[in-house]
């Protein structure tokens, strides 16, 4: 009898403390997937760690948030988000109109960054490599850079991934200048750039960094200003649900403030050794 | 789905029906050359000249195309002493390597068609030709390749089409064929239903083409046995009109 009242008096408690957990709401649960280094991956020790995670974590810390994060498969990760089993999605998700369509996106919080790779075999006019062109902006300036890339590259092979903004880019703006080889993978692309049979490439730049760093790479090298806006997208976001307004606009002036005094870019030459987040 | 699309890409994959039209083209002509004197080899005789073909035939019809296209030109880029040889200035085009695995693949398909052909031409034509004192070279070329042609011209016909349709692999390595360049097209306008029938507008219209040109080589080809036949029906007595007359009696 006594054992039973215990028991009984225990489950209510415990879930009198599940429910008051519940209530307190001021835990956001941020999804990432855990499997897309240098973005997001989980260390030895079972955590999650990248840039998605430390952008995140700042973000909270600017928003007065207490933040956890969750990994979650990339197939679901959508309509967990939106059925409630977190509250944000942050795993180098690109803001584009089909997942417009599903959830919201805060303001990017990292640029969709691409550049030129070329062969070191290929003579090509030196170009700063640090410059920027943003093609959401037309000034004379990104104009005379736009120009000046055509212009270096005129007559070279470029290969581009197939159905790709990379490829509709180069096709768009310099098809009459360069022969576009259109390759089903990137890997592929790396293996004929390496074998001379191309000259360069373009491509994301986190997709670059693995090929430059393995032994393959050191044939080739950066080219030209990193191409971002346009036909890129916007860039990448923080996933949130479409009612959930007052997280966004949180989200929003925290992306702000940290893009202003330098965290965020801290955070991109931490985990990119490049700045893929500044306009 | 908008039926218009359909018409509207037309044009756009024109190009890339250019280029397997004339990949296609390039492969069946290298091949037939290639073939022509190993199904001679496969169908003499002799095991020496026949083994090394049959491996080669077993080799090519053994794998899939795409394995011998990705060996060709990704497995040669991977080896320096092709890279640094003349031999690089051929393999660094894709096109090349398209034209090498197809038309070896093609070639390894039509020496085993073309040597059914040669297996069974009549044995009693070939002995006449040597009872009349005929040299192989001169047999070969008067009584046993154009026996064996013939035979062999309905499989042959059947092959070209599949060649033409294999090209389609050459997209793989960056050709823009004719489903390359639907591809590109889908991609831009995420209309994969309408471009790809457009595409199959095309494949159908050349297959169309090419079996209709098999269809008259065929018929001219084997005319003389048509009047053969006519003339031993007219040895059977019956005049030719009067299956004329009969109908003009019962109406």
């Not at chain 1, 990448?236 to 002036?253: C, H, Q, Y």
């Not at chain 2, 018409?7 to 073939?35: K, R």
């Not at chain 2, 004197?37 to 195309?65: H, I």
């Not at chain 2, 040895?235 to 109908?247: C, F, L, M, Q, V």
């Amino acid at each position: 009898m006594n054992i039973l009242k215990i028991t009984v008096f225990t489950v209510v408690l415990s879930i009198l403390a599940g429910m008051a957990q519940a209530q307190d709401a001021k835990t956001i649960r941020i999804a990432t997937e855990g499997a897309f280094p240098p973005w997001n991956s989980v260390d030895a020790s079972g955590e999650s760690v990248g840039f998605d995670i430390d952008v995140g974590v700042a973000l909270c810390a600017r928003a007065n948030l207490k933040c956890e994060f969750v990994t979650q498969a990339w197939d679901g990760i959508i309509p967990a988000l939106t059925v409630g089993k977190y509250d944000a999605i942050m795993a180098g998700m690109s803001i584009t109109e089909k997942r417009k369509q599903v959830i919201s996106f805060s303001e990017p919080y990292a640029l969709t960054s691409n550049y030129f790779v070329v062969s070191k075999a290929v003579d090509l006019p030196t170009m700063e490599s640090a410059s920027k062109l943003d093609l959401t902006t037309e000034t004379d300036a990104s104009k005379r850079v736009l120009a000046d890339l055509k212009e270096n590259l005129k007559g070279r092979s470029i290969g581009v991934q197939g159905s790709t903004n990379a490829e509709v880019f180069v096709r768009d703006y310099f098809g009459d200048a360069v022969e576009v080889r259109s390759y089903d993978k990137q890997d592929s692309l790396n293996l004929d750039l390496v074998a001379g049979r191309i000259d360069g490439g373009l491509a994301d730049f986190s997709v670059w960094k693995a090929f430059l760093e393995s032994n393959d790479g050191d044939s080739a090298q950066l080219y030209g200003p990193r191409i971002s806006g346009g036909v890129f997208g916007p860039g990448v976001g923080i996933g949130l649900r479409k009612d959930d307004a007052v997280l966004t606009e949180k989200f929003n002036g925290a992306i702000q403030a940290i893009s202003e005094d330098g965290t965020l870019k801290a955070i991109s030459l931490k985990w990119f050794g490049a700045d893929l987040v500044t306009r | 789905m908008e039926w218009h699309l359909i018409f509207d890409v037309l044009p756009l994959l024109l190009d890339g029906a250019l280029l397997t039209i004339q990949l296609t083209a390039a492969s069946v002509l290298l091949g037939l050359i290639i073939a022509l004197p190993l199904s001679l080899m496969r169908a003499s005789g002799s095991t020496g000249l026949s083994r090394p073909v049959l491996l080669y035939t077993f080799a090519f019809r053994g794998t899939p195309l795409l394995v011998q296209i990705f060996l060709i030109y990704y497995g040669a880029s991977q080896i320096e002493w092709i890279r640094t040889s003349f031999v690089w200035s051929v393999l660094r085009e894709p096109w090349w390597c398209a034209l090498i695995a197809f038309s070896l693949n093609h070639a390894a398909y039509t020496t085993e068609i073309l040597r059914g052909g040669i297996r069974a031409v009549p044995r009693g034509e070939i002995e006449a030709a040597k009872a009349l004192g005929m040299s192989y070279a001169l047999r070969t070329r008067r009584i046993v390749l154009p026996v064996a042609f013939r035979l062999s011209l309905p499989a042959y016909a059947n092959e070209v089409v599949l060649m033409l349709k294999a090209s389609s692999l050459a997209s793989t390595i960056t050709m823009m064929e004719l489903t390359g360049t639907a591809r590109k097209i889908v991609a831009q306008t995420f209309s994969p239903y309408e471009v790809f029938i457009s595409a199959a507008l095309i494949y159908l219209g050349i297959t169309f083409v090419v079996v209709h040109l098999f269809g008259r080589l065929e018929r001219g080809i084997t005319s003389h046995q048509g009047r053969a036949r006519a003339e031993n029906d007219n040895r059977k007595n019956i005049p030719p009109s009067e299956g004329y007359a009969i109908g003009k009696v019962s109406r």
